[in-house]
């Protein structure tokens, strides 16, 4: 039985993962164009991890401009099987102030100007996102969580905008009418490819700030929201540390059907497939196509 491989990819502030060994940065090729960098390999608590800065080292790439489908590819090229994203986040919420972590179970995706699927003319799936995250890693991180006494919330919706500009205040307004607990630019399609790719994934949402709704946003400083987000970062990867080995082991089907996602979601008949999009789809649809 093939042993879990955790991928953690590191939002806004985190662009590295401590305590690893055998850590070595990989560039690892994909026909879906560039990562965002390399790929830091390594073994934490004895379990094989794969850790990718979101934006890159240094943060150079806006959330627009990231290439998702590279991201999610060279993470299941490389083994992985269960994702772990950390996020930056606004809040939508009074009860969920700066410092705050969300273990965020749905998403709503306003963003408009990227690729979102693998899968396209020549090979069309449709997968099922009713439920866009893996709740048994969603169970292993509010656990780890509140072992480190973090302020964890479990449960919220996280509103993906395009970016790069913040909402204006109607729309945040908006946003909170919704039902919406926080609001960030980079979880879509990113939650929407780790699906196709048969990831289990799930998101933890580091509050940095309130958004513009709240009366006191004007009073927030750059400083402010930078001194939030690294010690957020500091957090988060204490909840990486605490969260890997839980997870690792023999890697067995996932109770919540993710390793499976693509089951029943592929339409177009065999022999009417692109067989260039189906050699593209090496890594992220192998089981199913004969390719791994």
């Known amino acids: 039985m093939a ?13 590295d993962i401590g305590g690893l060994e055998d850590k070595e940065w ?41 290439n998702y489908r ?15 994203s950390l996020s930056a986040v606004g809040s939508l919420k009074a009860e969920l102030p700066p410092g705050h972590f969300v273990v965020v179970d749905q998403f709503i995706d306003r963003s408009f100007a990227r690729e979102k699927s693998f899968f396209g003319d020549g090979l069309v799936a449709h997968v099922s996102m009713a439920h866009p995250v893996c709740n048994r890693l969603g169970d292993v991180l509010e656990t780890a969580a509140r072992a480190l006494d ?13 970016g790069p500009q913040f909402s204006t205040k109607a729309e945040s307004e908006l946003y909170r009418s919704w039902g919406c607990s926080v609001i ?14 048969e990831l289990c994934y799930a998101t933890v949402a580091m509050v940095t700030d309130f958004d513009c709704w709240h009366p006191d946003h004007d009073h927030v400083t750059v400083e402010a929201v930078v001194k939030v987000l690294l010690e957020n970062a500091d957090k988060a990867r204490a909840l990486v540390g605490e969260v890997i080995a839980p997870l690792g082991g023999p890697r067995t089907h996932c109770r919540c059907g993710c390793d499976r996602a ?31």
């Open 262 to 292: 693509l089951d029943n979601a592929l339409i177009t008949a065999p022999d009417k497939r692109d067989p260039n999009l189906v050699a593209r789809l090496d890594a992220v649809a192998g089981r199913l196509l004969g390719a791994l």
């Open 184 to 197: 960030g630019m980079t979880n879509m399609p990113e939650a929407k490819l780790a699906r196709e790719a």
């Open 150 to 162: 973090l302020p964890v919330t479990r449960g919220g919706t996280y509103m993906v905008m395009e």
């Open 3 to 15: 042993e879990a491989v955790v991928g953690i990819i590191g939002g806004s502030g985190l662009y």
């Open 70 to 84: 590279a991201n999610i590819d060279a993470l299941k090229r490389s083994g992985v099987t269960d994702v772990i």
């Open 26 to 66: 990989r560039r690892v090729a994909t026909p879906w164009g560039e990562p965002s960098d390399q790929l830091l390999f390594g073994r934490l608590s004895g379990v094989q991890c794969v850790f990718l800065p979101r934006h890159g080292r240094g943060h150079p790439t806006s959330p627009t401009h990231l």
